[in-house]
């Protein structure tokens, strides 16, 4: 099975007004990919942007052109631009026949069929690209929820406040804290960054495959 961990870091929450800002992946064990779609800037929610801290690091429009991706190779990272079109066209052929694996994956599905609307010049085309990548995907943090940490270990409050018939009082840790449960390495400073988190993803899910 072909395994793409996957993650977006987005304007906002409204995937009807805002947008991809940052889109990370990997194939299996390959190297980490994160591309900067183009994007709108005015379209913004500063409360997102105080998470991913998108506006204070290298992803900022002043530092790095739209379309460009970070490749890790054996002299460190190279950063190429070859246009958002052709790193729309990787990803397409990297997630072919693929199954995604992501922290909260249902969140990042809507907004990844918005981005491969995109087209090159940051116009959205109005039909849908075909979905190239399989139906069912993983979420590594359902995956904790069902494994042997049991349900207290899933939850910021206590396990009185899980009541069975109403999904909505659930909260699991989020992906920072189950890594941490499982004693995994983590870089602070990549946390809630796209490729930060598709590297933790990918640690936690061979954890939990193979604790």
Same mark, same amino acid.
């Given at each position: 099975?072909?395994?793409?961990?996957?993650?977006?870091?987005?304007?906002?929450?409204?995937?009807?007004?805002?947008?991809?800002?940052?889109i990370a992946?990997?194939?299996d064990?390959?190297?980490?990919?994160?591309?900067?779609?183009?994007?709108?800037?005015?379209?913004?929610?500063?409360?997102?942007?105080?998470?991913?801290?998108?506006?204070?690091?290298?992803?900022?429009?002043?530092?790095?052109?739209?379309?460009?991706?970070?490749?890790?190779?054996?002299?460190?990272?190279?950063?190429?631009?070859?246009?958002?079109?052709?790193?729309?066209? =990787?990803?397409?052929?990297?997630? +072919? @026949?693929?199954?995604?694996?992501?922290?909260?994956?249902?969140?990042? %599905?809507? &907004?990844?069929?918005?981005?491969?609307?995109?087209?090159?010049?940051?116009?959205?085309q109005?039909?849908?690209?075909?979905?190239?990548?399989?139906?069912?995907?993983?979420?590594?943090?359902?995956?904790?929820?069902?494994?042997?940490?049991?349900?207290?270990?899933?939850?910021?409050?206590?396990?009185?406040?899980?009541?069975?018939?109403?999904s909505?009082?659930?909260?699991?840790?989020?992906?920072?804290?189950i890594a941490?449960?499982?004693?995994?390495?983590?870089?602070? =400073?990549?946390?809630?960054?796209? +490729? @930060?988190?598709?590297?933790?993803?990918?640690?936690?899910?061979?954890? %939990?495959? &193979?604790?």
């Open positions: 099975m072909k395994y793409v961990f996957l993650d977006t870091e987005t304007g906002g929450l409204d995937v009807d007004k805002q947008e991809v800002v940052e992946w990997a194939v064990d390959g190297p980490v990919k994160t591309v900067v779609p183009p994007h709108d800037f005015a379209k913004l929610d500063p409360a997102a942007m105080r998470v991913n801290r998108y506006l204070e690091r290298e992803l900022d429009k002043k530092k790095l052109p739209f379309g460009s991706l970070f490749a890790p190779n054996s002299d460190g990272v190279t950063v190429r631009n070859r246009g958002w079109a052709s790193y729309r066209q =990787e990803l397409q052929n990297d997630l +072919a @026949g693929a199954t995604i694996v992501g922290a909260n994956p249902a969140f990042d %599905l809507p &907004f990844l069929r918005k981005l491969f609307r995109l087209g090159p010049q940051g116009k959205y109005d039909a849908a690209v075909p979905e190239v990548w399989k139906y069912r995907m993983i979420d590594v943090e359902a995956m904790y929820f069902q494994a042997f940490k049991g349900y207290e270990a899933c939850f910021d409050d206590t396990i009185e406040d899980y009541v069975p018939d109403r909505t009082e659930i909260k699991t840790r989020g992906l920072v804290p941490r449960s499982l004693d995994l390495e983590i870089d602070e =400073e990549q946390t809630h960054t796209a +490729a @930060g988190d598709v590297d933790l993803t990918r640690q936690v899910f061979w954890a %939990l495959m &193979f604790p």
